[in-house]
Each structure stands twice: as C-alpha cells, then as structure tokens.
C-alpha cells in the first residue's frame, strides 16, 4: 500500500512547531477576553444557504471555493468558509440580541476554501476571529481594529499596517454602484470581467491583472459618494483610532472578498509575505443579520489568520519565547527506578512544573540524548545505587554540574532551583 498524505492545500502541525501555533491563538485572543469579547463555538459546518445569502452568491468565496455536500439525509451543508455567517446565525437563531448589547464574542478555529493552494494559501487554514453585534456605534469598529493591533504588536511584529476604507451603506452604496457600472462599461475589459462588472462591479476594483488595474484610476471613488450618516460613521472611526494611538493608511480601492460588508471595512497587511500580504481582515456588516433571515441587527467584527501571521513572524525573525518542552526531564536506570521516578515526575506536574521521563527500554546513552533533546534546564538521574542510598543525581543541563539529592526532597529542591 502506498502511503496516505494530507489532502492538498492542507497540513499537518507537529510539535515543536506546533506550539507556536497555539502562542499564536493565545495571543490573539488575549486582548478580545480582557475587552469583554466572550468565547462562542459554532458548527464547522453549516447549510449552504446561510453562506450563499450571507456571504454573498457573487462572491468567490461562494461561487468558486465552497466545500459543500449532499448529505445521506439530502441536507446541503458546507464547511465553513469564514465564521461571520455562522456567527450571526447562532446569535439570531439563540435571541442574543434581546440581551445586553453589544453582544461580544470571539471565535478560534478551522475554516474550509477551496482555493489554488500556494504559501500563505490553504483549502483548510485557521483564524481567530471576534464580532460585535447589536450596536452600531463607529467606537466599537475602532475599539476592535485597536485590539488586533494589540495582537499583533504583543506578538513582536512591527511590520503589520492598516488600510482602512469605508463601503457606504445600503442607501449610499446603489448610487455609488451605478456611477462604477457606468465607469467601467467604457472599459476594454475581457467577457468575464463584464460580466463582473454587472453583477458586483466593486469586485473589478480588485482585479489584480496590470491591464485592468491600468484602467482603474479615474474610477469614480466610493466616499465621494456616502451619504452623511456614513461619512459621520467613518470619521468617528477615524477620530477613536487616532485617540487610540492606532495609524492607517486610507485605502479607498480596498474591496474585501465577502459581499456583506457596510460601511467601515479594513485590512491587516505585512509586506514580508508576498502575494497573500493579508494577515487579517474586516469590517462592519450591518445588513447581514436581515439578509439570513433575522432582525436588524448591526455587526462589525474581524479574522485574523493564524496560518499567516506565523509567517509574518517567519519573516520578521520573530520567536517568541518557548513556552513548549519540558523544564525537567527524568532518566530512570532500571524498572524500579522508573517507578520511582514517574512518582517524582507526577509531584512536579502537580506543582505546575513541565516534567516528562524516559519511558520504554533504552540505555542510559539513548536516554540521555532525549534529555537533550527535551530542552530541559534540569535532568534526574536514578539507578539503582543512588535510589538504594536514598537519593537521586540532579544534572543541570546547561553546566554539566550535578549533585546527589536526596529522593524525599528532590520536588522541593527542583522547585527552588527552577525560580532562581
Ligand atoms: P477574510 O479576509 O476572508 O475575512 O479572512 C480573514 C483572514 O483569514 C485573511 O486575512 C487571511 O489572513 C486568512 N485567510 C483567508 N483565507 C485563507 C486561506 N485560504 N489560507 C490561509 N489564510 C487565509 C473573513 O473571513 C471574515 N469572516 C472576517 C470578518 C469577521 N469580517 C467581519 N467579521
């Protein structure tokens, strides 16, 4: 048989690797808890129909890139493309917006796209995201693009910035819409990008092809058109992260790839990635909730990707301090010094101290090559002489130095030397 690997576009993630994943999410995170943002678990999967009327027929994300499927019980379900839909569907689907508002909440999980993989593009890929929902006050887009902000400055990175755009609302943008159309129907544009052009023609802004982009720079620009509610909207935004301490760069052509979006909309670039700069994105959707069958109800939220920033701190040189591995790695020579031992290892885990021990047969030089390996600052070493004296031998990995300790007093004195 031939071996299986994981699907394409996919990956696995090992340790130690692994660990900075989970840094990665905590530091996320971290910022959203101390805000108020409460954590909330949806369904990776969910009816199809929620993300076509959600995110938007005409997007890519659902025309092109949807994992979905017939059920054995004929239900048509997809794994979730972004989070936002499934989010705002529990929150209607739970009555969250008859309770206290804004309802906060944040998310951490895996998301599903079928896209042509490449770095920093995957078909299954992780974010952390948070949405607040209920309120449509311009503080909160500022409060929540000031603690992504946080998020990636807590990581070490330097190099994120912020483009920041506003898309009008649903009585602004139409006439906006039309004054694009009528731009880019003067276009030479190819049969699909016409297309385009008639069913979401704020899409062709995005195109990133030099022969169109070449076309684009007398095209009629969206806040010239916003209607005061919106222009209000997004200079109070403005106003918070400049109080805020939080810079950005205007971006007036930013169209993100989900059709939801009003008014504010953002994104988090890094310039040591490539062409998939985005490390995170989003803005306000105050439609959403009416479009999926629910009450008015105001959004605006972000995702940042996990996978991403990992390489976004790749290119920084970033790494961040190794919570992984163990602080003390224990060498039995001998079954019943392995007894003794995991007994030894058992009390420091229950003081919160990382330990792990040699465990099958191997010699003391297989043994003491996976405490080096282990990265542990200290090693016990037990045969059956010390353990018949009483005690057992503490190695300092990073002196070679090591002293006998006797067995009764060997978690305390491993305590101590691990807070000097
Ligand atoms: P998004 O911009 O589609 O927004 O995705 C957010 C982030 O997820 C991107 O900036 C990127 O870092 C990461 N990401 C997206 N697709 C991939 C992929 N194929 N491989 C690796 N990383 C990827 C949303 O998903 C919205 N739900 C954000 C939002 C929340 N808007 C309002 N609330």
Redesign the pocket.
């Known amino acids: 048989m031939t071996g299986f690997t994981a699907p394409k576009g996919t990956f696995d993630l090992l340790p130690p690797a692994s660990e900075l994943v989970l840094a990665v999410r905590a530091a996320m995170s971290a910022p959203l808890v101390n805000a108020g943002y409460g954590y909330i678990e949806t369904p990776v999967f969910e009816e199809t129909a929620l993300f076509e009327r959600g995110v938007g027929e005409s997007s890519d ?1 659902v025309s092109k890139e949807m994992y979905s499927f017939v059920t054995r019980g004929d239900d048509h379900v997809t794994l979730r ?4 839909a499934g989010v705002v569907r529990a929150a209607i689907q739970h009555r969250l917006y008859a309770g206290q508002l804004p309802v906060k909440l944040w998310y951490s999980g895996s ?1 599903f ?1 079928y ?1 042509r993989p490449q770095a ?4 299954h ?1 992780s ?1 952390v ?3 607040a929902l209920g309120v449509d006050d311009p503080l909160l887009d500022a409060e929540l693009i000031a603690l992504a902000m946080q998020a990636y400055a807590s990581l070490g990175l330097s190099r994120v910035r912020l483009l920041l755009n506003t898309l009008g609302c649903r009585e602004c943008r139409p006439v906006y819409r039309a004054a694009l159309q009528d731009f880019l129907r003067g276009l030479d544009l190819d049969e699909e990008t016409r297309r385009r052009v008639e069913i979401n023609p704020l899409r062709v802004l995005d195109d990133k092809r030099e022969s169109v982009q070449k076309q684009l720079s007398g095209a009629p620009v969206g806040r010239d058109f916003l209607d005061d509610a919106c222009r209000e909207h997004y200079d109070a935004v403005r106003a918070a992260l400049s109080s805020l301490g939080v810079s950005w760069e205007e971006a007036p052509r930013l169209v ?3 059709d939801y ?1 009003t008014r504010t909309t953002f ?2 670039q890094h310039d040591g990635l490539g062409a ?1 700069s ?6 306000r ?1 105050d439609g959403l909730s009416e479009d999926i069958g629910g009450p008015s109800m105001p ?7 996990v ?3 990992i390489l976004a701190l790749q290119s920084e040189d970033v790494s961040l301090a190794e919570a992984s591995g163990v602080q003390v790695f224990a060498v039995p020579l001998g079954f019943e010094a392995k007894q003794r031992l995991l007994v030894v290892v058992d009390a420091l885990r229950r003081k919160g101290i990382r330990a792990d021990l040699v465990f099958g047969d191997r010699g003391l030089k297989g043994a003491m090559k996976a405490a080096d390996r282990s990265g542990a600052a200290l090693t016990i070493v037990a045969g059956e002489r010390d353990l018949s004296d009483g005690n057992v031998q503490v190695k300092d990995m990073a002196t070679a130095a090591q002293e006998a300790v006797a067995i009764d007093d060997v978690v305390d004195h491993i305590e101590k030397r691990l807070q000097q």
């Open positions: 994300v493309p972004e989070g936002t998301f796209r896209e920093g593009r995957y078909r890929f974010q995201g948070a949405e993100r790839g989900l979006y994104e988090f998939q985005a490390v995170g994105g989003g803005g959707y959004g605006v939220g972000w995702a940042l990707g996978d991403r920033t």
